[in-house]
T-cell receptor, first 112, second 115 residues
Framework: GNSVTQMEGPVTLSEEAFLTINCTYTATGYPSLFWYVQYPGEGLQLLLKATKADDKGSNKGFEATYRKETTSFHLEKGSVQVSDSAVYFCALSPTYGQNFVFGPGTRLSVLP | GAVVSQHPSRVICKSGTSVKIECRSLDFQATTMFWYRQFPKQSLMLMATSNEGSKATYEQGVEKDKFLINHASLTLSTLTVTSAHPEDSSFYIC???????????FGSGTRLTVV
């Protein structure tokens, strides 16, 4: 079956620190991969996505590369800000038009 | 960009009553919408897929008689929690697919508290 595994949080960093949130997946076929962010009290927002192997998704300083050989889609940011404090969800969509399988989420807290 | 409006954002209801949550696609038509449930500090779990003009498809373990889904138009899907109990308290989020290149948009969610 399809599944997504994320590193357990919470992750606490100081402002301007480097961020990595690991994500690995199991899927049949060639899924598309996503990172969603949920700020306190809000719904999910798409952060970035990649639809095929070796694609790199990027947005707001965040990056993630679709690695088929390691079935991974790790999220990185070179310098986090307090405003990046949120819960980050890695997700996959097995095939076009199908729904998402979400990871458990990783809570990030950035301290000033 | 695509916007999905979800109402209400918060609702408190008494045990035994029913609550309706609306999910609207504001600037696009959505033939398919999805309803998720999020328990505290946990991930989103898909409850059901709502298809315009037909019956919803429920995930295993989701009681379809308790969580009624109606997708009567291309811009509106509703989730009704019937005879709510405290264990139904949760965060419910809908999403809609705009089409094209994975145009999924999520609503802002509804926090339901059953007292």
């Amino acid at each position: 079956g399809n599944s997504v595994t994320q590193m357990e949080g919470p992750v606490t960093l100081s402002e301007e620190a480097f961020l990595t949130i690991n994500c690995t997946y199991t899927a049949t076929g060639y899924p598309s991969l996503f990172w969603y962010v949920q700020y306190p009290g809000e719904g999910l927002q798409l952060l970035l996505k990649a639809t095929k192997a070796d694609d790199k998704g990027s947005n707001k300083g965040f990056e993630a590369t679709y690695r088929k050989e390691t079935t991974s889609f790790h999220l990185e940011k070179g310098s986090v800000q307090v405003s990046d404090s949120a819960v980050y969800f890695c997700a996959l969509s097995p095939t076009y038009g199908q729904n998402f399988v979400f990871g458990p989420g990783t809570r990030l807290s950035v301290l000033p | 960009g695509a916007v999905v409006s979800q109402h209400p954002s918060r609702v408190i209801c008494k045990s035994g009553t029913s609550v309706k949550i609306e999910c609207r696609s504001l600037d696009f038509q959505a033939t398919t919408m999805f309803w998720y449930r999020q328990f505290p500090k946990q991930s989103l779990m898909l409850m059901a897929t709502s298809n315009e003009g037909s019956k919803a498809t429920y995930e295993q373990g989701v009681e379809k008689d308790k969580f009624l889904i109606n997708h009567a138009s291309l811009t509106l899907s509703t989730l009704t929690v019937t005879s709510a109990h405290p264990e139904d308290s949760s965060f419910y989020i809908c999403s809609a697919r705009q089409g094209g290149d994975y145009g999924y948009t999520f609503g802002s969610g509804t926090r339901l508290t059953v007292v």
